[in-house]
């Protein structure tokens, strides 16, 4: 795929996303990357590095153009504004204004799979709304729907292996999961890619995983018997509250899990490899690459 030489902005470079973004950038992009953060303070090692580093508050759209100025591409990552109702979405559209303003040309943004109404995913209607703006801003656009991490699945993974049970709220429902450095990367390719046109596209892993499936991955990996455990919704809830979550971030994280036990997650793509060149790593992998997160589990 071609690549631009136009300068290129990452939004939220502080974050983990944004720093494997920006890391694969630097050693693949030609022309000027702009970064931006709440504390451009933490992003000081970059300026050496040759990135021009400004400070940006999502919250405060009235400086956001002058942050986003010369900036042709823009990889806006979704931020983590969920402490206040309708501030993560406020943030979206305010950076969304801003890059029309600033004369943007092309908008990367990170979503997640079947954000439409209807989804079971609790946090999905921020991405849809911010979709739509994207989609009536005039921009031209790059959708790239992040699949949930693989990384995502260590802990419960360790917990298997103690317990000999995987307990998940998924059903029968698999999951396309996909890691954080295979989402970042696809996202800084779609951001120099000289692609002008408005595309929406799922960013997956190599497969899409049951319950069973990751029950069977953790017995193989560990040589441990491990059996799939079906929780409803409500179970995981309990689980979730008795691990000290409040109430509405329990529901949160377990509609996720909702999600794809309705099918909303499992659809597998080429998108990673089409942006990268390289075909996305799956569970064993990163089982593997985190052999000793389950020394003392075993």
């Not at 595309?199 to 040589?223: M, W």
Request: proline share 4%.
């Amino acid at each position: 795929m071609s690549q631009t030489n136009e300068a290129v902005l990452v939004t939220g470079a502080s974050g983990q996303l944004g720093q494997l973004a920006i890391e694969w950038l630097l050693e693949y992009h030609q022309g000027p990357i702009i970064v931006t953060s709440r504390d451009p303070q933490k992003l000081s090692s970059l300026t050496e590095r040759g990135v021009i580093v400004r400070q940006a508050d999502f919250d405060q759209p009235e400086t956001l153009p002058e942050a986003f100025a010369g900036a042709k591409r823009l990889l806006l990552i979704s931020t983590d504004g969920l402490s206040v109702p309708g501030q993560r979405v406020q943030q979206h559209l305010n950076a969304v204004d801003a890059a029309v303003q600033a004369g943007v040309e092309h908008l990367v943004y990170t979503s997640l799979p079947s954000p439409e109404p209807g989804t079971a995913c609790l946090l999905a209607g921020d991405h849809y709304a911010t979709e739509e703006k994207i989609k009536s801003s005039g921009l031209s656009y790059t959708i790239l729907r992040n699949n949930l991490y693989t990384h995502s699945l260590i802990p419960a993974v360790q917990q298997a292996v103690a317990s000999g049970q995987y307990a998940a709220a998924t059903g029968d429902g698999a999951t396309a999961y996909v890691t954080r450095e295979d989402c970042a990367h696809a996202a800084a390719a779609a951001l120099i890619a000289t692609v002008s046109g408005n595309q929406t596209l799922d960013v997956s892993g190599p497969e899409a995983l049951t319950g069973k499936d990751i029950a069977a991955i953790a017995s193989e990996f560990t040589g441990r018997a491990i059996e799939f455990v079906p929780l409803t919704t409500e179970q995981l809830v309990g689980i979730y509250e008795a691990a000290g979550l409040p109430n509405g971030a329990a529901q949160v994280f377990a509609s996720f899990q909702t999600a794809s036990s309705k099918g909303e997650y499992g659809q597998v793509t080429t998108t990673v490899k089409d942006f990268t060149g390289q075909a996305p790593v799956g569970l064993k992998a990163v089982l593997a690459a985190n052999k000793s997160a389950f020394a003392s589990a075993e």
